[in-house]
């Protein structure tokens, strides 16, 4: 991973056989990133997205193995029990160039991630919801 602070935030930049999301929440904890949103481009392999299946309240999770284009990843960075927590979506297309999506679980850097993290002051915490069955933002 390399970064570098720029106005407003940190450009990130992910490389090859890095997981990404993990690597992301490493990079807030180091950083004490407060509260923030992010987007990026890239390659990715063995992507884990999801569903939340709002009838069962549980996510349902799709494997992905080959290497595919990150069409668009966006998201948001708070804290869970004084932890970085990463929520990320991603659009991810293959050879064929049709389009997946859903919450970004994990994915390893195929060839690199290019990410802008926007760094917004105070920081944000979530909680479980247990009605819900995720953890919301503490508003």
Known sequence: MKSREVAGG???????GEEAVTSLAAFVKNNNVPCGFLQGIGSIREVELGYFD????????GHFDA???VVSL???ISWLDNEPFVHAHVAIAGPDQNLLG???FSGIVAVTLEIFI?????????TKDPDLGFNRWDL
């Open 10 to 16: 940190y450009v990130v930049r992910l490389d090859r």
């Open 74 to 76: 966006t998201g948001n």
């Open 67 to 69: 290497a595919v284009e």
């Open 54 to 61: 709002t009838q069962t309240n549980v996510y349902r999770r």
């Open 118 to 126: 926007q760094v917004v002051p105070g920081r944000l915490t979530r």
């Open 102 to 104: 859903g919450h970004f």
